[in-house]
């Protein structure tokens, strides 16, 4: 499989296909690694996702341009990209002593309390738009607790994770614990679906993947983790700091291209701030330096896909009607995935670009009178991932804490995931979490013991 970069489209490498017998090779193989690593000491464990904490951070700058040619994102924003996955290995790390049953006090049965162990065999299926921190997110508590895992990469990103695999193995992960299988989604992705001694499935993908994933797996036995996509909205009250609410705003679009998971996709504004606050998000928009994200000084690459590039283009015409472009609009003549950072006002409620989950550099702009309408227009989609509300009213945020359909609320800020907080969506954002400490939970089974004296 042939991979390119972004910003010109010239190929940059290719990959091997494994095929689905080759990926249950991959898996036995797994499987009798997992003995010997899960009957190792947890804080053994955690010391390898520190040493390989310590080498990404030593080597972020080459991990990042990698990164950066076959995702096309600005080289600064790969650093963060690299530093945060050796945040999450080190989180992690951390936490592996923690790892422990529950005792129940003594009753009239006896005494009871509760082992837990890992489960085997896991996979992680990983998209393209920040391929080394999703790739951490599932392998780190996979292998703290104990389980081995394979991972298969998106398509178009797979160097990226290979490195980090790399640099796990080389920091004590046996080979026989972590393997990564490079190849498409409908091949090698659904050969890990289907395989039955998987034991627990991590996605983050699309919604439509997530749902043939799920009939896939075998649910008697398959833990199944799926973080899909989101159209989260930003609420900025009249009382807002605009100042900063414009600067999340171009943050929470713009960053990584928009192809974010938790990027703000509808902005709603209050009327009385309204004029002022698109006037100045449009003059910072205006200021983005669009280009190759391996060039000193871009904003925003290019869209990861040729594809992606496109299905943003037909959104944007089919939602426009009536609708005002503020800037924006266009793709720039010449090579490269790339999308001028896109402001629109005036759209129809049922316009794609406010139903369906804009990932790309496109904002639709909503007004609204009072909160309870800007509850409602957040809530109109099917999904539920992340939401933001800037305000400096405590009512205001608690008015969104207790009423948004999210599976994070940020109040006065947005997109930001450290490894410490859980992290999913709820309706039809996917199901489970990661991060924070019970997603170790995910990747081991509970076994209750009665005493009976
Ligand atoms: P995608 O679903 O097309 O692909 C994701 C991964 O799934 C890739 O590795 C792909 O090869 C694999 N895949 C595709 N079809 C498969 C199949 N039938 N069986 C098994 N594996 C298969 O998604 P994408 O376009 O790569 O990523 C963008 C989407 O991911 C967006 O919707 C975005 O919101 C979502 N996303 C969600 C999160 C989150 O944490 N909630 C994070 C990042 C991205």
Redesign the pocket.
């Known amino acids: 499989m042939d991979v390119y970069n972004p910003a010109n489209n010239q190929k940059i490498g290719e990959v091997k296909e494994f095929t689905e017998e080759e990926v249950a090779g991959t898996i036995d193989r797994l499987g009798a690694g997992f003995p010997g690593w899960s009957a190792r000491r947890p804080a053994s464990r955690g010391m390898v996702l520190y040493r390989a904490a310590e080498t990404i951070r030593a080597d972020v700058h080459r991990l990042a341009s990698i990164l950066t040619a076959e995702q096309g994102k600005p080289l600064a924003e790969a650093r963060n990209e690299i530093l945060g996955a050796a945040s999450v290995f080190e989180y992690y790390a951390s936490i592996a002593g923690t790892v422990g049953g529950s005792t129940v006090p003594k009753s009239d049965y006896g005494y009871a309390f509760t082992s837990k162990s890992p489960l085997g065999v896991c996979g992680a ?6 391929p080394a921190l ?1 790739m951490a ?1 599932k392998v780190a508590p996979a292998v703290v607790t104990g389980n081995s895992i394979v991972v ?5 990103t797979p160097f990226t994770n290979i490195e980090i695999a790399g640099i796990l193995h080389s920091s004590g992960l046996p080979d026989d614990v972590l393997a990564v299988v490079t ?4 091949t ?6 289907r395989n039955r001694d998987v034991r627990h499935i991590s ?8 749902e ?2 799920s009939k ?1 797996v075998d649910a008697g036995r398959v833990r199944l983790t ?5 159209s989260d909205p930003m609420i900025v009250c009249g009382d807002a700091d605009l100042d900063r609410a414009v600067a999340g705003a171009v943050a929470g679009r713009f960053y990584n291209c928009g ?4 990027a703000v996709k509808r902005l709603f504004v209050a009327d009385s701030v309204a004029d002022g606050f698109i006037g100045r998000l449009k003059a910072a928009t205006e200021s983005l330096r669009v280009g190759d994200g391996a060039a000193e000084g871009t904003d925003i690459g290019p869209l990861n ?1 040729i594809g ?1 590039l496109q299905r943003i283009e037909e959104m944007v015409e089919d939602s426009i009607g009536s609708a005002k472009v503020l800037t924006g609009g266009l793709r720039p003549d010449g090579p490269g995935n790339f999308y001028a950072p896109t402001l629109i006002t005036g759209l129809e409620p049922d316009s794609r670009l406010l139903t369906e ?1 804009v ?1 790309g550099p496109v904002l639709p702009i909503v007004r609204f009178g009072d909160l309870d309408e800007a509850v409602d227009m957040a809530n109109s989609t099917r999904f539920g ?1 992340g939401a933001s509300i800037w305000t400096n009213d405590m009512r205001n945020a608690s008015k969104a804490i207790d009423s948004v359909r999210s599976g994070i609320l940020w109040v006065n800020r947005h997109s930001r995931i450290p490894p410490e907080v859980p ?3 709820v309706a039809g ?2 199901i489970g979490r ?1 991060n924070g400490p019970n997603s170790l939970d995910g990747y081991m089974v509970e076994k209750t013991v009665i005493v009976s004296p």
């Open positions: 299926i990983i998209p393209w738009n920040m999703i997110w298969k990469p998106a398509e178009t190849g498409g989604g409908e090698t992705g659904a050969a890990i679906a996605f983050t993908g699309s919604v439509e993947t997530g043939k994933i896939m799926l973080e899909l996509g989101g192809q974010i998971c938790t896909s992606g989950e990932f991932l992290f999913g969506g954002s996917g990661e």
